[in-house]
T-cell receptor, first 112, second 115 residues
Framework: AQKITQTQPGMFVQEKEAVTLDCTYD???????LFWYKQPSSGEMIFLIY??????QNATEGRYSLNFQKARKSANLVISASQLGDSAMYFC?????????FGAGTRLTVKP | DGGITQSPKYLFRKEGQNVTLSCEQN?????MYWYRQDPGQGLRLIYY???????QKGDIAEGYSVSREKKESFPLTVTSAQKNPTAFYLC??????????????FGPGTRLTVL
């Protein structure tokens, strides 16, 4: 069965510093997609970044980058130059053709 | 503006009552999804639909029902058989292409409380 693990329930980072949020996954499928979403206190899920299992380059979207290590089955999110508005819950997710799984999330708090 | 709307934002229900949560999208997406989120936890898939008049159970479908009569709409009914329905419910949609993993777009959610 597919599984997503986020081992950091909470993280703190100083404003303007970089932070890495961990995500590991387990699947027997060769083809899959990995996603990161941000959930502010309002509750809406905001898509941040995507990595396909066959993509050789790590995905980047502005201040977000995904550190994809396929052999280790990890897909860590790196946020550079943290801003106060980055404080939120962050969810890692994996999608296969017939399944979509989310991790338990990491609550990131950015300190001024 | 394109997007996903969910209504109502807050919903209160008495035990033993069925209640229907609305989800509408004007993004022309083929696939739609319903998730449940409990406090401090991730999302769990209830039902999903890839095309009109077809839907599949997710991990926690018991006590829920859906319909997909129109491409734009995917309502979720929480029945009295759902033992612990108090939760935050999120609807999502995405384009559907076999073998391609498009991101899901989410609505603002409905917070259901059983009194």
């Amino acid at each position: 069965a597919q599984k997503i693990t986020q081992t950091q329930p909470g993280m703190f980072v100083q404003e303007k510093e970089a932070v890495t949020l961990d995500c590991t996954y387990d699947t027997s499928d060769q083809s899959y997609g990995l996603f990161w979403y941000k959930q502010p206190s309002s509750g809406e899920m905001i898509f941040l970044i995507y990595q396909g299992s066959y993509d050789e380059q790590n995905a980047t979207e502005g201040r977000y980058s995904l550190n994809f290590q396929k052999a280790r089955k990890s897909a860590n999110l790196v946020i550079s130059a943290s801003q106060l508005g980055d404080s939120a819950m962050y969810f890692c997710a994996m999608r296969t053709n017939n399944d979509m799984r989310f991790g338990a999330g990491t609550r990131l708090t950015v300190k001024p | 503006d394109g997007g996903i709307t969910q209504s109502p934002k807050y919903l209160f229900r008495k035990e033993g009552q069925n209640v229907t949560l609305s989800c509408e999208q004007n993004l022309n997406h083929d696939a739609m999804y319903w998730y449940r989120q409990d406090p401090g936890q991730g999302l769990r898939l209830i039902y999903y639909s890839q095309i009109v008049n077809d839907f599949q159970k997710g991990d926690i479908a018991e006590g829920y029902s859906v319909s997909r009569e129109k491409k734009e709409s995917f309502p979720l009914t929480v029945t009295s058989a759902q033992k612990n329905p108090t939760a935050f419910y999120l609807c999502a949609s995405s384009p559907w292409t076999y073998g391609s993993y498009n991101e899901q777009f989410f609505g603002p959610g409905t917070r259901l409380t059983v009194l």
